[in-house]
């Protein structure tokens, strides 16, 4: 059965494109056909600054919308990557094979860090290796990410390759990313050519996984958008990546294609598709909403789901991290 890894950082709050493009499918990939490992990972998060109060708030609020969205700590094992120190150590190794040169062409990296790269943290530089030991810790076999993550796992590709030349050894997995729907990349609202982001200083931007009702059907109302008809297919969309998005988001929320949801509102304007899509976003999100402020109020559960989950990482890790000490020669003696 395939082992399938994948994480979130708790480092704000999760948006629509989170739920399509990871959370949604998290849950959907459990079950007798795959292994699932889900984590929340913190680590990821302090490679820029966060505040120490809000960081503990956020890891609870990130695994409340995991089981939210479906995900079930019984079926999966759901975790924070710092409570399982596999990650850390696993990612130090990773630091050795790594070649400084492929960390400076993340574009992440080259966003995140902005101008001024010498002052951005050596944890932003070094975090695809840490991602690529979050993957690899379990041996996982496919990462379910939208496709912003894409180049990060072809990294984690190049380390586990590198790795199993450099020792002559078929010891890590060559990973395959999952990148697949019509939501693995949600725009912002308000600009159809950036991506959804809980970074994004505007709030109408973003569907967040915490705004009511009101909110949901206030922001897809002001949406920006063209003011054409929609067509009857996608083809009709090409340069409209506006509305190219909101039929994507439709389509995601309804679980069909563009193309079905385009014979339905064919030749109609975004007069009529807002409101429709207003309405089947709300009642996809104010089920996970509420869900959420359920798992929220009970914290000291929160907690203990992350312990078992982490105990029950660790058993899988750490023999797989003994084994890798092993090959590269640092003496194992207890
Ligand atoms: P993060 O926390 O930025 O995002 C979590 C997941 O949500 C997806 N996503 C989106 N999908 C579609 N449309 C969007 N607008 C959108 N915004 C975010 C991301 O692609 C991701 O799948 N580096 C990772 C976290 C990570 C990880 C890992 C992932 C750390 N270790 C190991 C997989 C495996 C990140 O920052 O994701």
């Known amino acids: 059965t395939p082992r399938i890894f994948s994480g979130i950082q708790p480092s704000g709050g999760l948006t629509l494109g989170n739920y399509l493009g990871a959370l949604k499918r998290f849950a959907a990939l459990q079950g007798d056909q795959a292994e699932t490992i889900y984590c929340i990972v913190d680590l990821h998060a302090i490679t820029v600054w966060q505040d120490p109060e809000e960081l503990r708030s956020r890891i609870r609020e990130a695994?409340?919308?995991f089981m939210a969205s479906g995900v079930d700590p019984r079926q999966s094992i759901l975790f924070n990557q710092s409570q399982v120190s596999a990650h850390a150590e696993l990612?130090?190794?990773?630091n050795t094979v790594a070649r400084v040169g492929w960390m400076y062409r993340m574009t992440q990296f080259k966003d995140k860090a902005g101008k001024n790269s010498e002052n951005a943290s050596l944890g932003l530089l070094a975090y695809p290796a840490l991602m690529a030991a979050d993957i690899l810790a379990y041996q996982a076999t496919a990462v379910p990410v939208g496709?912003?993550?894409?180049q990060h796992l072809e990294l984690t590709r190049d380390i586990a390759a590198k790795f199993n030349h450099d020792y002559g050894v078929n010891h890590f997995p060559i990973t395959e990313p999952l990148?697949?729907?019509v939501a693995t990349r949600v725009m912002s609202l308000r600009d159809g050519s950036r991506k959804m982001s809980k970074s994004d200083p505007s709030d109408a931007s973003r569907i967040n996984l915490t705004d009511d009702a009101d909110a949901i059907a206030q922001k897809i109302r002001k949406a920006r958008t063209d003011a054409e008809p929609l067509p009857g297919?996608?083809?009709g969309l090409k340069d409209r990546p506006e509305a190219r998005n909101l039929v994507n988001i439709y389509a995601a929320l309804a679980d069909e294609t563009p193309d079905q949801v385009l014979a339905r509102f064919e030749g109609q304007g975004f007069?009529?598709?807002k409101p429709a899509l207003a309405e089947i976003a709300v009642d996809a999100l104010a089920p996970i909403t509420r869900k959420m402020s359920e798992f929220m109020a009970d914290p000291a559960?929160?907690?203990r789901i992350l312990g078992d989950g982490a105990g029950r990482a660790e058993e899988v890790a750490t023999p797989i991290l003994e084994r890798t000490k092993d090959i590269m020669g640092l003496l194992r003696s207890r």
């Open 179 to 181: 990148i697949e729907g």
């Open 63 to 65: 695994t409340a919308a």
């Open 233 to 235: 297919s996608v083809e």
């Open 91 to 94: 990612a130090w190794l990773f």
């Open 147 to 150: 496709e912003d993550q894409k």
């Open 271 to 273: 007069g009529a598709f």
């Open 301 to 303: 559960e929160i907690d």
